[in-house]
């Protein structure tokens, strides 16, 4: 079946020590997006990619950065984890059918000690 | 820009009542509507959406919403709730930027 997948799907840091989530689909959509959930909140938009063109939202901290090597894969990269960052991350594809539909990943439930 | 309102935070119904969610979005030209529904640790799952042409709105799992453009509404309905339809459920407009704007979600606990 086509999905999106995450990896992995439950993460621990320290605090301050680069961490890396990761994204991959098999819809062959050329938007990718990227959101943090905290507990009982909508999603909140970080950043997405309309293939290789990257949008950031402006209030996406400067700690927060993405990488997508090709139209199956986006990496969320955290530079320096703090505890205010500990969230739920949803990655997201959007189809072309007019309306962008988007199609969400299990997530990945990001713990900082 | 547009926005999304859902005024209950929480509901709860018992097993094989009906349910409706309440879903308020403010955008000037036709909107693009979504419902979504989170599983606890779990993504979002696609239930429905309307894009255009007939109001009422098939989804999965056995829900519909309807699509009122003089209420600006687009309320969720199921006619009997099923206990594995306990979940936080979110509604979502698409707007000018071709964004999601999502709603404050609406948590749903079913009673046996």
């Known amino acids: 079946d086509a999905m999106v997948i995450q990896n992995p799907r439950y993460q621990v840091t320290q605090f301050g020590k680069p961490v890396t989530l990761s994204c991959s689909q098999t819809?062959?959509?050329?938007?990718m997006y990227w959101y943090q959930q905290k507990s009982s909140q909508a999603p909140k938009l970080l950043f997405h990619?309309?293939?290789?063109?990257?949008?950031n939202e402006a209030d996406t901290p400067d700690n927060f950065q993405s990488r997508r090597p090709n139209t199956s894969f986006c990496f969320l990269d955290i530079r320096s984890p703090g505890l205010g960052d500990a969230a739920m991350y949803l990655c997201?594809?959007?189809?072309?059918?007019?309306?962008?539909?988007?199609?969400f990943g299990p997530g990945t439930r990001l713990t900082v000690l | 820009a547009q926005s999304v309102t859902q005024p209950d935070i929480h509901i709860t119904v018992s097993e094989g009542a009906s349910l409706e969610l309440r879903c308020n979005y403010s955008?000037?030209?036709?909107?693009?509507l979504f419902w979504y529904v989170q599983s606890p640790g779990q993504g979002l799952q696609l239930l429905l959406k309307?894009?255009?042409?007939?109001?009422l709105v098939q989804g999965i799992k056995g829900f519909e919403a309807e699509f009122k453009r003089s209420q600006s509404s687009f309320n969720l309905r199921k006619p009997s709730v099923h206990w594995s339809d306990a979940a936080e459920y979110f509604c979502?407009?698409?707007?000018?930027?071709?964004?999601?704007?999502f709603g404050s979600g609406t948590q749903l606990t079913v009673l046996p």
């Open positions: 997201a594809t959007s189809s072309p059918d007019g309306a962008d539909t988007q199609y």
């Open positions: 819809l062959n959509h050329n938007v």
């Open positions: 990619y309309y293939d290789k063109d990257f949008n």
């Open positions: 955008y000037g030209a036709t909107p693009y």
């Open positions: 309307y894009f255009s042409g007939d109001t």
């Open positions: 979502a407009v698409v707007g000018s930027a071709r964004q999601l704007t």
